[in-house]
Every structure is written in structure tokens, then in C-alpha cells.
């Protein structure tokens, strides 16, 4: 799957995505993932991609020209939605992500800044709008690395146990709950003890017991 990220900070993108199971999908070739510096497109001499509100208020807004001409030149590389990252979205679900990652084979995500984009951006060119909760973050970014991981667990490969993600919480297999306490060695630790049944090898009541323990 295809993820093309559109922003003006393409610098906090480098860590996230050079580490651990993310990392090891890209050299798979499970995931391909592409920044693009939407300051790059500013037809302004000094590279501005924003100014101040028509009808007045705090802030300043992205301003379209830049936007538009960035993302018209990524949709000639990826034929997917659209996604743009704002508190206005549908908030994110396990069963929400699930979706995104089984339905596109790509995505083009958007991240905004200040306080906000240009409207004219959201009705030309934005397909979907996706939030992560209710909160409001100084920029897109850390919601669309969110996004990129979310829906990257559902494609195959990406992780080490297919059946991980089927079991995660919210799962359907889990009934949309949270997961149940998972202990590991040793048995005793700091005088807490793991409970007896998850040492006891049958299987059926270790599934009873978790099942009793889903949160």
C-alpha cells in the first residue's frame, strides 16, 4: 500500500518511519511511503503558504495555491483519496482503519497547519476528513503517522503474527472490547503472582478466563 503525505514539515516524518515494524514493512515493500514538501510548490518568492483570514480572527490559514498545486501534482502519482487531518473528520476506529487499509490500495494524506487550509481546498480536492479525537493538535502530522500505522497493521505481512490484529482490542474477534491482562516471565514479580490458569496449559480455560477479562 501507497501512502503519499503532504506537509510542511517533512523532517518529522524521518524517525517514525525509520524504526521498528513500519521500517521493516517499507525494505518489504509491504508499504511504500512518500513525503512531499507542500512549501516546495509556493509560487511566493519567499516560499509563504499562509495569510491572514478574509472576515478577520486569530491565526493565519494555508493558503490554496500552494495546496492546490501540490496536491495535483501527487494525484498524478497516486490515484487514491484524498484524506485530510482535522478535528471536523470522522474520528478514527479500529473498524474505520480496517476499512481504509482493505478498500485503497493508496492514500494521499494531508496535513494542515495554523489554523487550518482554505476551504476551497476541502471542496476541490478532499475526499475524506478523518480525525483522531477530540483534541486540537498544533498540525496534521502526528495524526497522520496515527493513520499511516493504524491502517498499515491490517495489511498483510506487515506484522510478524497475522493473527495479532485480529485479536488486538476492538477486534471483532474480541467483541469491540479492550484486551485482557497479558503477563510474561517471571511468574513473580515485586510479590504479583500470574494468575494460575495462564500457567496451567488448558487452553480452554485460559480462553474462559480471558474472555471473563476482556476490559
Given amino acids: 500500500m501507497r501512502f503519499d503525505i503532504c506537509t510542511l514539515f517533512p523532517d518529522m516524518f524521518t524517525s517514525y518511519f525509520s524504526d521498528s515494524i513500519l521500517k521493516r514493512a517499507k525494505d518489504e515493500g509491504l508499504i511504500e511511503i512518500r513525503i512531499h514538501n507542500i512549501r516546495d510548490y509556493s ?6 503558504v499562509d495569510d491572514t483570514p478574509y472576515g478577520g480572527g486569530a491565526g493565519m490559514l494555508m493558503t490554496a495555491q500552494p495546496l492546490y ?4 501534482a501527487v494525484k498524478k502519482i497516486n490515484s487514491g483519496p484524498v484524506v485530510f487531518m482535522t478535528p471536523q473528520g470522522k474520528k478514527l476506529t479500529h473498524t474505520h482503519a480496517k476499512r481504509l487499509a482493505m478498500n485503497n490500495e493508496s492514500l494521499i494524506l494531508l496535513c494542515g497547519r495554523y489554523e487550518g487550509i482554505d476551504q476551497r481546498i476541502r471542496d476541490l480536492l478532499v475526499d475524506k476528513e478523518i480525525s483522531i479525537g477530540n483534541y486540537v493538535l498544533t498540525g496534521g502530522e502526528l495524526a497522520t503517522m496515527v493513520v499511516v500505522d493504524a491502517v498499515s497493521r491490517f495489511i498483510p505481512g506487515v506484522l510478524g503474527d497475522e493473527a495479532s490484529a485480529e485479536e488486538d482490542s476492538f477486534s471483532r474477534r474480541l467483541g469491540g472490547k479492550k484486551e485482557y491482562p497479558h503477563y510474561t516471565k517471571p511468574a513473580i514479580f515485586e510479590g504479583l503472582e500470574v494468575p494460575a490458569v495462564l500457567r496451567s496449559g488448558n ?3 485460559i480462553a474462559k478466563w480471558r474472555k471473563e477479562h476482556l476490559r
Fill in 43 to 48: 509560487k511566493d518568492k519567499h516560499k509563504k
Fill in 69 to 72: 498545486d501540490c496536491l495535483m
Fill in 203 to 205: 487452553h480452554a480455560e
